[in-house]
C-alpha cells in the first residue's frame, strides 16, 4: 500500500489503456445504475484513478462530481472494478478466437455487445480450449457430415444411413455407435449456439424452483437444516438468509439442492427442450429421422444445457445471496459505528464474570488506563460487599463520571451490582451507568494492538478498559477490531471474504471520515481509516506527535515523514485541531478552500471565533463568493461549518433501561412491555437486547402497524425501542417481540410463523459460534455461524406465506 494513497482496498484497478468509447461506454452504464449523469461518473473515475478517495471526492470534490455521495461512489467503484474486469475478460477472449483464426465480424459485434461476463462466456465456448470430446471424436471419424444430413433431411432412414460410416478401426464398429457419435455432435453444437444457451438461462430464471431435500441418514445430524428437508421456492423468489442456509447445509452434507424447470409437465415436450428443437429447426411430424431427432434434443438439454444453465444460475443465486447479506452486514455496521458517543468522561469498564471475578478498568476522559482491578461479587466468594467498596473507591479516586458494563456472561447480575453500588454515592457524584455490547471485545484483547496499548496488562483487563472506551467513543474504540469480528451480519461466513472485507472496510472507512479525528489524540488504528493515511503513515503521525508534541495547526502534518502533498490534500479537512493557531483547522472545511472562508469572515466584518457557531452568515449570499475554482456546493458547506463548527453526525446520546426483575428469559411473560437495545438487523427483522442474555426477534411484520418492506427503514442497531413479548419458548430460548399497539393479534401472527426465516434451528447465548460473536456466551443470532443463533427466535418464519 502506498504511503500517499488512502488505507482502501476497493480502489478499482486503473485502465488507462481503455479506449475512450469504452471507458465512456462504461461511463454511461454505471450512470444508468446509480441515477446521475455519464460525465459525472467520467469525472469520479478520473478522481478515483488519480488516487483519490471516495471519502475525499464526496466532500471536497462535488463540483466535479456534480455532488455524487459516498454511497452512489461505492456503487460506482464496485460497478467499475466488474466491468474493468468485463472488458480484461473481453480483449482475452478476442484475443484467444483471433488466434485460432475464428474472429469473423459479426462475431466481433457480438462479443463487443455482451453486457455480463455470462454473456462473454456463451459466445466464447464453442472456441474455448477443453479436454477432447465425444463430438470431436466422432468429428475426426468422418460422421459430421451424417448428423447434418439427418438434421437436414429427416426423411432418411437413420439406421440405414448410418450403416455407410461404420469404420471398427476409428472405434465406431456398429450403426447404434455411429448414431451416438452423429449425436454427440448435434448436441456439442446445439449447447455452444449462445443465443439459444442465454434465452434458456432466462426462462429458467423465471421459471425455475430450487428444491431441497435432506440427505438419506442426515436427519438427526442435521436438525437444524429441519426446515429445509422438503423445501421448494422459486428461484427468482428466494431471499438471501434462506438461500444462504441452503448452501450451508449443501456444504455441510445435510441437504442436496437442485434447481429444476418444469418438473411437473406432463407433456410430450417440455417448453426447454421445445426451444432447444426450435432453434434447430426439429419438429416431430413422424418422419423416420424425427425421433432420433427428439432424442438429441431431450439429451441436449439433459446433459449438455440443462446442467450448465443450473450451474450459472445457482451460483448467480450464491453471488446475489451473498451480495444482499453483505448489505445487510455493512448496514449493521455503520449504524455501530456511528452510535452515540458518551463523551469525554472518566469511565469505569466492567467485564462480568462469575468464577473467575469481574474485570474492573477505568480510563480517563482521554481513554487512557489508569486502573485496574478484580472484583469477586458472584459465586463461590459472593464478596459483594468488598467488591461495592473496590468500585467506590475507584470511583471517588478517578471522579468516574460513566460506568460501562459488558453485555455477556453475568451482565444483569453486575447491573444488579452497579445499581446498590451507585445507592451508596451521592446523587451530585454519582455516574451513569450504561450496559454495553461488547461483541468483539475479546479479539481486541488478545490483539497485537491491544499488547501495544496495555503491555503489561492481562488479557481480561483489557477487555473492561475496552468495554470503557466503547462507551466513550464506539466509532474509535471499535476500529481497533476486525469488522468481521464485531458480529451484527447474517451467514458472514458463508459469503465472499474477500467482498465482504472490502465492503466492511468501506463502510469503516466512511465512517470515521464522516465524524472526522482529533489530530492529537486520535490512536495510530483511528488515523490509519482517515482519507489519504495508510497503516504507515498512521504510526508516522503519532511518532512525530510523540517525539514533537501536538500539533498547532493542519500545515505542521507536511513535517511527518514521508507524508506528502498528496496525502495533506487527502487527509487534512478529516482531521481536526482543537484550539489551534487557526480556528479553521478545528472545522470540517479544507485548508484548500480557506481564502473562500476568510472572504465569508470579511464580509461579515467580524473576528473568525466571533463568526463560528453564530447566525451572522444568514445574511450573506453564498454565490457571492464562487470563484473558478470553488462552486456553490463548497460555498454552501463551508457556510454550514462555519455555522456549526465540528459538528458531530451521530446522534444523541440515549440508554436503554432493562426493567428490574427481569434477568433470565424465565422471567419473561407475554404481554410485558420493555425496553431494549436493538443489536442486529436483518432482512427478516430485528433482533432486540431486553436484558435477558437471549436477544428477541421482531419480526418484520411485528415491526410497525403498517406494512414494512425492509426492517432498516423502522430500525438500526443501536436504536432504544419499547417491544412487547408475545412469545416465549424457554427450551427453545426464542423470544418473539412485537412492536405494534396491542391489538390482540400479535400473538397469534407469531405462533403462525416458525422458524424458516430464521434459518437453522438451534442456539442462542450459550452456544458456540464460529464467530462475528458477542463475548461471553451471546451469540450473534443472525450469523448462524455454527451456533445457527439465527433461529434462536420464535417469531421468525414463513408458515403462513408457505401455506
Not at 16 to 39: D, K
Not at 460 to 485: F, H, M, T
Request: net charge neutral.
Amino acid at each position: 500500500m502506498s504511503d500517499t494513497t488512502a488505507s482502501v482496498s476497493s480502489t478499482p484497478s486503473k485502465a488507462s489503456a481503455l479506449p475512450p468509447e469504452i471507458a465512456l461506454r462504461i461511463a454511461r452504464r454505471i450512470s444508468e445504475e446509480i441515477g446521475c449523469a455519464a460525465g459525472q461518473v467520467s469525472a469520479a473515475v478520473q478522481l478515483l484513478d488519480e488516487g483519490a478517495t471516495v471519502p475525499f471526492v464526496a466532500r471536497y470534490r462535488k463540483e466535479a462530481t456534480g455532488g455524487l455521495d459516498d454511497t452512489q461512489l461505492r456503487t460506482l467503484e464496485e460497478r467499475l472494478i466488474y466491468m474493468r474486469e468485463m472488458e480484461d475478460r473481453r480483449k482475452a477472449i478476442v484475443k484467444s478466437i483471433e488466434e485460432q483464426g475464428k474472429l469473423t465480424d459479426d462475431l466481433a459485434k457480438q462479443i463487443a455487445a455482451a453486457d455480463s461476463k455470462a454473456a462473454l462466456e456463451d459466445l466464447y465456448l464453442p472456441y474455448k480450449k477443453k479436454r477432447r470430446t465425444k463430438a470431436q471424436i466422432a468429428r475426426e471419424a468422418g460422421l459430421e457430415p451424417l448428423a447434418d444430413l439427418l438434421l437436414s433431411d429427416p426423411t432418411r432412414q437413420p439406421e440405414t444411413e448410418a450403416a455407410t460410416f461404420v469404420d471398427a478401426d476409428k472405434g465406431f464398429a456398429d450403426a447404434k455407435a455411429v448414431l451416438d457419435g452423429a449425436r454427440q455432435i448435434l448436441m456439442e453444437r446445439f449447447s455452444e449456439n449462445a443465443q439459444l444457451v442465454g434465452r434458456l438461462r432466462t426462462y429458467v430464471a423465471k421459471n425455475g424452483v430450487v428444491q431441497a431435500k435432506v440427505v438419506e441418514g442426515k436427519e438427526q445430524e442435521g436438525a437444524k437444516f429441519a426446515d429445509y428437508f422438503d423445501y421448494a421456492e422459486s428461484w427468482s423468489k428466494i431471499p438471501s438468509h434462506r438461500a444462504l442456509a441452503l448452501f450451508r447445509g449443501r456444504n455441510e452434507g445435510v441437504l442436496s439442492v437442485d434447481l429444476t424447470v418444469d418438473a411437473d409437465d406432463v407433456s410430450k415436450v417440455k417448453p426447454v427442450e421445445q426451444m432447444i428443437a426450435d432453434a434447430a429447426g426439429i419438429e416431430d411430424r413422424g418422419r423416420p429421422a424425427d425421433k432420433w431427432l427428439s432424442d438429441v434434443v431431450r439429451w441436449t438439454w439433459k446433459v449438455k444445457v440443462g446442467l450448465h444453465v443450473e450451474l450459472d444460475l445457482m451460483s448467480d443465486l450464491k453471488d446475489r445471496a451473498e451480495e444482499e447479506a453483505i448489505n445487510v452486514f455493512a448496514r449493521n455496521l455503520k449504524d455501530l459505528l456511528l452510535a452515540a458517543p458518551a463523551g469525554a468522561r472518566a469511565t469505569l469498564g466492567l467485564d462480568p464474570g462469575i468464577r473467575t471475578g469481574v474485570k474492573v478498568a477505568v480510563v480517563d476522559a482521554t481513554g487512557k488506563l489508569v486502573d485496574t482491578a478484580t472484583i469477586y461479587p458472584f459465586q463461590p466468594r459472593n464478596d459483594v460487599v468488598g467488591s461495592i467498596a473496590v468500585l467506590k473507591a475507584l470511583i471517588a479516586k478517578h471522579h468516574v463520571g460513566l460506568i460501562a458494563i459488558g453485555n455477556g456472561t453475568a451482565s444483569r447480575e453486575t447491573d444488579r451490582l452497579a445499581a446498590d453500588l451507585l445507592k451508596e454515592i451521592p446523587a451530585d457524584a454519582r455516574p451513569i451507568k450504561v450496559m454495553v455490547n461488547e461483541a468483539g471485545a475479546s479479539v481486541y484483547s488478545a490483539s497485537a494492538l491491544a499488547a501495544k496499548e496495555m503491555p503489561d496488562i492481562d488479557v481480561s483487563l483489557r477487555g473492561a478498559a475496552s468495554i470503557a472506551r466503547r462507551l466513550q467513543d464506539p466509532l474509535a474504540e471499535l476500529v481497533k477490531i476486525e469488522p468481521k469480528s464485531i458480529g451484527v451480519g447474517q451467514y458472514q461466513h458463508d459469503v465472499n471474504q474477500t467482498k465482504l472485507a472490502r465492503a466492511l472496510d468501506a463502510v469503516v472507512e466512511d465512517a470515521v471520515n464522516a465524524v472526522g479525528v482529533d489530530l492529537n489524540t486520535a490512536s495510530a488504528s483511528l488515523l490509519a481509516r482517515i482519507s489519504g493515511l495508510s497503516d504507515s503513515l498512521a504510526k508516522a503521525v503519532v511518532e512525530h506527535r510523540n517525539s514533537i508534541g501536538r500539533f498547532k495547526n493542519r500545515k505542521e502534518l507536511l513535517k511527518v515523514s514521508r507524508l506528502g502533498p498528496k496525502a495533506f490534500e487527502q487527509c487534512a479537512g478529516f482531521l481536526r485541531i482543537s484550539d489551534g493557531d487557526n480556528p479553521l483547522d478545528a472545522s470540517s472545511v479544507h485548508p484548500e478552500a480557506y481564502p473562500v472562508a476568510q472572504k465569508i469572515v470579511k464580509a461579515c466584518g467580524r473576528d473568525l471565533r466571533d463568526i463560528m457557531g453564530s447566525k451572522v452568515l444568514a445574511n450573506l449570499d453564498p454565490k457571492e463568493f464562487i470563484d473558478d475554482t470553488f462552486g456553490l456546493p463548497t460555498v454552501k458547506d463551508i457556510f454550514a461549518e462555519l455555522e456549526k463548527p465540528g459538528r458531530d453526525p451521530r446522534p444523541e446520546f440515549k440508554t436503554a433501561t432493562f426493567q428490574d426483575g427481569v434477568e433470565t428469559i424465565s422471567d419473561l411473560r407475554s404481554g410485558m412491555m420493555l425496553e431494549g437495545t436493538v443489536t442486529n438487523v436483518t432482512n427478516f427483522g430485528a433482533f432486540v437486547d431486553i436484558g435477558v442474555h437471549q436477544d428477541g426477534l421482531v419480526h418484520v411484520s411485528q415491526l410497525a402497524d403498517r406494512f414494512v418492506d425492509d426492517p432498516h427503514k423502522v430500525v438500526k442497531a443501536g436504536d432504544i425501542v419499547k417491544v412487547r413479548v408475545v412469545e416465549v419458548d424457554v427450551q427453545r430460548k426464542r423470544i418473539g417481540l412485537t412492536m405494534k399497539k396491542d391489538s390482540g393479534e400479535a400473538r397469534e401472527q407469531v405462533r403462525e410463523r416458525q422458524s424458516r426465516d430464521a434459518g437453522p434451528r438451534g442456539g442462542g447465548r450459550g452456544s458456540a459460534p464460529r464467530g462475528g460473536q458477542n463475548r461471553g456466551g451471546k451469540s450473534s443470532q443472525a450469523d448462524a455461524g455454527g451456533n445457527n443463533a439465527m433461529a434462536a427466535a420464535l417469531a421468525a418464519a414463513f408458515n403462513k406465506g408457505k401455506k
